[in-house]
């Protein structure tokens, strides 16, 4: 089966950088993306296709990836950036989650 | 625009069955497979079942398997999940989604199930 694995928590000092590893063997085949989710809020796509930010994500979040690990960097974090990641992959017709991570940023 | 707009969510007692349905629009809903994911409170995303874009292939998690039968309606632009044998473990926002290689993925906002006695 696939998994994906991150960190459970991460944090930073505002105007850091962030940087949050999500790690599988399906990523070596299959694109990731990655989702914000604050509380009480529903996610938000932030990175697809490994590194590609949908219109209206700031430019300080980005993502790479490198053989079996995709990472997401925030570049600056932003006391607003705090809140939990989410890293996701498809591979057929099943679609994988890592167990989120908790972006602290104080 | 993509919308997915979920529904049918609500409060049911264990061991009832309950179906949800998302309408999907601004795209061509027969070229994509889809997928239901759903979020239990306080806890991560988990995926609950996909479905290829002719309902050829198709996929559970294991809680799930037996229980939960995915559908669509190509026709109607629809993908339906019905819930049987439900469980208090099922309690959960349940989102609706096209998640496609290399495109960007599209959700809904998601239906609440509150499955308890």
């Known amino acids: 089966s696939y998994e994906l694995t991150q960190p459970s928590s991460v944090s930073v000092s505002p105007g850091q950088t962030a940087r949050i590893a999500c790690s599988g063997d399906?990523?070596?085949?299959?694109?990731a993306r990655w989702f914000q989710q604050k509380p009480g809020q529903a996610p938000v796509l932030i990175i697809y296709?490994?590194?590609e930010r949908p219109s209206g994500i700031p430019e300080r979040f980005s993502g790479s990836s490198s053989g079996t690990t995709v990472t997401l960097t925030i570049s600056g974090a932003q006391v607003e950036d705090e809140a939990d990641y989410y890293c996701y992959s498809a591979a057929d017709i099943h679609v994988v989650f890592g167990g989120g991570t908790k972006l602290t940023v104080l | 625009e993509v919308q997915l707009v979920e529904s049918g969510g609500g409060l049911v007692q264990p061991g009832r069955s309950l179906r949800l349905s998302c309408a999907a629009s601004g795209f061509k809903f027969d070229d994509y497979a889809m997928h239901w994911v759903r979020q239990a409170p306080g806890k991560g995303l988990e995926w609950v079942s996909g479905?290829?874009?002719?309902?050829?292939?198709?996929g559970y998690a294991d809680s799930v398997k037996g229980r939960f039968t995915i559908s669509r309606d190509n026709a109607r632009n629809s993908l339906y999940l019905q819930m049987n044998s439900l469980r208090v473990e099922d309690t959960a926002f349940y989102y609706c989604a096209k998640i496609v290689g290399g495109l960007k993925d599209n959700w809904g906002q998601g239906t609440l199930v509150t499955v308890s006695a």
């Open positions: 479905i290829s874009w002719n309902s050829g292939s198709i």
């Open positions: 296709k490994d590194s």
């Open positions: 399906v990523l070596a085949k299959k694109y």
